[in-house]
């Protein structure tokens, strides 16, 4: 049992309003003083008010996080993996950056001893910033997928992921080409797909660096197993739009480029989706596909800002990505600050309860994933982060003011913590169930290897 003041969403939280807490109830779930039951197979076993769930089982030790946030984990919808160390190389627009940055990084990731350094180092930052779940770019090399698979076994993650696919316009060491794609990613399906936690994202990089023959076979592949996802980016900067209508010209805009190959489905992952027109958000919406929303990328690469309130408009699904290494943080609470901040700016000054269900349970609705990640609901997998959302000395100083002025709420609360919060606010990360990350604020952190990986926090790493 895990005690503390648990939060989740239930339902999608009205867009822009100021419920009072009353009204919250229909899509909010909040235990000021709740407590958390997860079974020995690492899913929940029952949530609610502690003086009325506690006394149920009286043999069970309880972990006392009280005066800290109990919250489902957060699920990050892009990121690549192999970017990882990359992060925060000086500023390029997007094509500049792949060819200086991304893809000579990405050539290391044909040894298979690189490949699993980086994939265990990159699950670690992940974990220390309470993320459970990711949809991961790996390389076009096959064993840079196996090795994140395997890492992310040995933690009883789930992740999702798949080899890049690109035959053109990169570097001649990363090209495969259509046929060698479809082989490897098939090979790869059947190896991985559905084994433990892991689900296989078929990955065409984007369209600049595939041609329509390897974006078709991508598609029949997804057809023959429908189960998969599809992952790639679209319509993230102007250049790349221009250059897109040089290379497919007899097609009417970018969506359309994937239409025809069969890669808009209700099980496709489109990251940014920056400037994507009226007629492709319908079609967007129309399939069922998620954009990726990825603000601190599209900043950081002067890409261009995602307008959500146009996007909910018209009915498309929505999530957020971190997108290291073009995006600067694996915080998802940094992400969210910039997801504000790229968005008021546009006019929507989005509120707390839709940014937390848009790393939440919406992600997880959008990959069909409900039932089991993104709630704190009986049955789902115990994947959950301890947010001690005081843990900075400006954050208590907030939340002083706002006591003493009548202000302090759990929206004010949430919304502040969004703002301001990062990994320091992480106190713990839980993956089925199972403590993976374990800090002690101003004492050092740990990331706990898949060998104590147990139901047990390592000793003298005791909660404040």
């Not at 006394?55 to 919250?71: E, F, K, Q, T």
């Not at 497919?248 to 099980?267: I, K, N, Q, S």
């Not at 600067?328 to 940014?355: C, I, W």
Request: proline content about 5%; charged content about 20%; glycine content about 8%.
């Amino acid at each position: 049992m895990y005690r503390g003041w648990i939060l989740y969403v239930v339902d999608t939280p009205p867009s822009g309003a100021d419920d009072t807490e009353a009204d919250q109830q229909r899509w909010l779930r909040q235990y000021r003083d709740g407590v958390l039951v997860v079974s020995t197979d690492g899913h929940i076993a029952d949530v609610g008010n502690y003086h009325e769930v506690a006394p149920r089982y009286p043999d069970i030790p309880c972990r006392d996080y009280r005066g800290m946030l109990i919250m489902p984990g957060f699920i990050d919808s892009h990121v690549h993996y192999v970017q990882t160390q990359i992060i925060a190389s000086y500023g390029r627009t997007l094509l500049e950056w792949l060819n200086e940055f991304a893809f000579p990084v990405e050539e290391q990731f044909s040894a298979p001893q690189a490949a699993a350094a980086v994939a265990d180092i990159f699950l670690r930052y992940l974990f220390q910033n309470g993320t459970t779940t990711s949809v991961t770019f790996a390389a076009t090399y096959p064993v840079s997928v196996s090795a994140l698979f395997e890492a992310a076994s040995a933690y009883n993650m789930r992740i999702i992921t798949g080899k890049t696919w690109m035959d053109r316009n990169a570097p001649p060491q990363l090209l495969d080409t259509p046929e060698s794609a479809y082989r490897d990613s098939r090979e790869l399906i059947r190896r991985w797909h559905g084994k433990g936690r892991n689900l296989y994202a078929i990955t065409p990089r984007f369209a600049i660096t595939s041609t329509f023959e390897q974006l078709r076979l991508a598609g029949i592949l997804h057809a023959e197993y429908p189960s998969t996802y599809i992952h790639t980016h679209l319509s993230e900067t102007r250049a790349e739009l221009a250059l897109v209508r040089e290379l497919f010209p007899g097609f009417r805009d970018y969506l359309a480029v994937y239409e025809a190959a069969g890669l808009v489905t209700e099980r496709s992952v489109l990251a940014h989706g920056v400037y994507l027109s009226g007629s492709e958000l319908s079609r967007v919406s129309a399939a069922r596909s998620t954009i990726a929303h990825c603000p601190t990328s599209n900043l950081f690469l002067a890409s261009g800002l995602y307008d959500l309130q146009r996007a909910n408009r018209r009915g498309v699904q929505t999530s957020i990505g971190t997108d290291v290494g073009g995006g600067t943080s694996f915080s998802l609470l940094r992400t969210l600050d910039e997801t504000y901040k790229s968005q008021h700016l546009q006019g929507y000054p989005v509120n707390a309860f839709e940014m937390l269900y848009l790393c939440t349970l919406g992600a997880a609705r959008h990959l069909h994933l409900a039932g089991k990640i993104g709630s704190l609901d009986i049955g789902h997998e115990a994947d959950f982060v301890v947010i001690d959302y005081l843990a900075q000395g400006i954050q208590r100083t907030r939340m002083e003011y706002l006591r003493s002025t009548g202000g302090w709420t759990t929206e004010s609360m949430l919304f502040g913590l969004e703002i301001t919060g990062d990994d320091r606010n992480v106190a713990a990360t839980y993956v089925m169930g199972r403590p993976v990350y374990a800090s002690r604020l101003h004492r050092g952190s740990h990331v706990l290897p898949p060998s104590r990986a147990s139901g047990v926090l390592p000793e003298g790493l005791v909660d404040t």
